[in-house]
DNA sequence: GCAAAAGTGTTAGCTTTACACCCATGA
DNA sequence: TCATGGGTGTAAAGCTAACACTTTTGC
């Protein structure tokens, strides 16, 4: 087992995911950040943010250095998605790309320099991406959906407290429908994941809400190879 | 977006799962063959089967020809599991592995050549590994346990009919626990992924059980990126 | 009081689990 | 006829989904 005389390049790309309210509708939905291309290939189209890996970082390191390059957003979670080795996948000399997703709560996103080569795209309502880049955010909004609905990664946009209905919003957001709020809330509780605070939410025409937290002593249901024997994969910034 | 002046090693492993009988109780369990390494790092420990990625293959297409090279086998299944790039992961130069999860039929098996540094080990009773190989097996181990609950790989451990029973025994074996055959039954049959053929097995001390087929018809849950959009990215060879 | 959202209660329908019991075969 | 798994029936328990209803606030 020798390595032989090859040329690979490693880049790393992410699929950042916010939350914010459509023109149209005003409802929340997923938005992501997509950066303009300024050389061949693909020069002019949109892609997603990236860069290529270097010696000393490891792959997520990589990933959350070009985040903040790229589009100036820290996020409050970050997970690989696949890594992305067809051959002809891009034109040019062979890359292959490790490829992750990030959450970022909104405050963060409102951060992010938007400008011409910079903008947010509705993640259900994407152009044309450069290279295999619309097959790659398909399969991310696939990955978030599914695991919505059995761990708690909606915290990721949620501050340290929040109400019941602040994070059924979240999950009606990514999932793309209405939630019965009852049902809700006693999934939410029956799960064990939650622990009320003594605060409640004054200020509406209605009954306060209760604030609630996470309980930090519940762990997550899927956090990596690495995470699962609390190592720390799976980046989750409090 | 540049590449810089890097030198990162690529490489691809696989842990590769069949069910064999234990030795102690005749129950059927997992197995995963090893290698030994014969160079330093870890020279003389055993390892899982990998190698380095031509720059002509794609990562899966590496993952395959290591596999073939390395144990002779070729796998019913083949996915993706992790890119693992921690920079501190190896001794010597930076390396990272695109790892890879197959699993291989009993008849398939048995055909690996197992000498002085090839053997096959019980999954869940491994020695100490090179790098971080035990890391990556639990992971491994994890995923294909959570997945045989609700997708169809069990398929890759039996031939294109089998009784109930033999499915029954694969999950039993690979979840490590009992199951109800009269629930299990109704499960499956529910699922609509099976169709019964007009055959059965006689021969037995006992009524003759009906063999069934895979409808080919009804789709995975998860192959992939590229799979979930009729691309090819799991390898399913039937 | 009224609107609006918070929060509780209730019921039908479905799924899961445990286990009783009959069926078909070889020896 | 007996042992052995194949295959069906059934009922309790648990979960889901739909929706009625009460509570608490601001105006």
């Not at 152009?127 to 955010?137: C, G, R, W, Y």
């Not at 609905?149 to 957001?173: D, K, M, P, Q």
């Not at 209605?206 to 690495?226: A, M």
Request: glycine share 6%; proline share 6%.
């Amino acid at each position: 087992m020798q390595q032989s005389g090859q040329a690979i390049s490693l880049a790393v790309s992410t699929v950042i995911f916010a939350l914010r309210p459509l023109p149209e509708s005003g409802e929340s939905a997923l938005w992501i950040p997509l950066v303009r291309r300024t050389r061949e290939p693909y020069d002019g189209q949109w892609a997603l943010p990236g860069g290529w890996v270097d010696n000393h970082e490891s792959l997520e390191d990589a990933a959350a250095r070009n985040l903040l390059e790229t589009t100036a957003l820290e996020p409050a979670y970050l997970e690989q998605l696949y890594a992305f080795g067809e051959v002809e996948r891009s034109i040019g000399p062979r890359a292959v790309s490790i490829v992750y997703w990030a959450l970022v709560r909104q405050e963060e996103a409102d951060r992010a320099t938007e400008g011409e080569n910079v903008r947010w795209f509705p993640a259900d309502d994407l152009p044309e991406l450069a290279f295999d880049h619309n097959v790659i955010v398909d399969y991310a909004l696939w990955r978030l959906r599914t695991k919505m609905e059995y761990s708690r990664i909606a915290r990721a946009f949620l501050g340290e407290t929040f109400t019941l209905s602040e994070l059924r919003i979240v999950h009606e957001a990514v999932l793309q429908k209405q939630l019965d709020p009852a049902n809700f809330r006693r999934q939410i509780e029956n799960s064990g994941s939650l622990v009320p605070t003594d605060h409640v939410v004054s200020g509406g025409r209605h009954r306060p809400p209760r604030l609630y937290r996470y309980d930090e002593g519940v762990e997550l249901v899927d956090n990596g190879p690495l995470g699962r024997l609390k190592t720390g994969s799976t980046r989750v910034i409090h």
